[in-house]
Each structure stands twice: as C-alpha cells, then as structure tokens.
C-alpha cells in the first residue's frame, strides 16, 4: 500500500520559515495534482496549495506570497517552503496525492508557530 510520508514540521517563532517535504512509498502512476491541506482541531481541513502535473500552482489566499509549492525532480514528491510564519499557520499539515480515482494521504506533520 502506498504511503505519503510527511517531515518538516516543528515549532517556529513567528516571522520564521519552514519547509515541509513529501514523499510516496512507492512510485505514484497518473498523478494529476499533488498538495498540502491543514487542519486545526475542531475546524474543517483547508487546503493550502496544490500543484498540478503541469506545474500550475493554486494557493489559499491567507497563504498568497508566503509560501511556496513545488515539486521534487522524482515526481512523487512535493514541497512546502513556508515562510513569514503567524501564529494563525498553526495547525497540522497533511499531504495529498490524487491521481484519477485514487487520492492518497500523509498521516500529517505539527506545525506550531509561537507569537
């Protein structure tokens, strides 16, 4: 079974940066978009940023020159550079894999931003 596996998360200071990276398991066929969700306790999952097969970025706005998607050169990888950190940034950050059909998710990875 194929997994994504988060890393990166941590505790920053606001105004810091971080950088949250992605991998599958195992190669991925057909992915279409790849992305990052975040979710606070008691709140919906947001999506923060996707990246298409075609390298068309998509953000949510309270995120909109921040942070940065992109994707690895092994092409079941993607990156988060978040930078410019609030507090409001806290929450856990999962990773997602759509790929047709078939949608895969990372277990999530804490990112707590001190004020």
């Known amino acids: 079974q194929v997994q994504l596996v988060e890393s990166g998360g941590g505790l920053v200071q606001a105004g810091g940066s971080l950088r949250l990276s992605c991998a599958a398991s195992?190669?991925?066929?057909?992915?279409?978009?790849m992305g990052w969700y975040r979710q606070v306790p008691g709140k919906q999952r947001e999506l923060v940023a996707t990246i298409t097969s075609g390298d068309i970025t998509n953000y949510v706005d309270s995120v909109k020159g921040r942070f940065t998607i992109s994707r690895g050169n092994a092409k079941n990888t993607v990156y988060l550079q978040m930078n410019s950190l609030k507090p409001e940034d806290t929450a856990v950050y999962s990773c997602?894999?759509?790929?047709?059909?078939?949608?895969?998710w990372g277990q999530g990875t804490q990112v707590t931003v001190s004020s």
């Open positions: 195992r190669t991925i066929f057909s992915i279409n978009t």
């Open positions: 997602y894999a759509g790929a047709g059909l078939r949608s895969f």
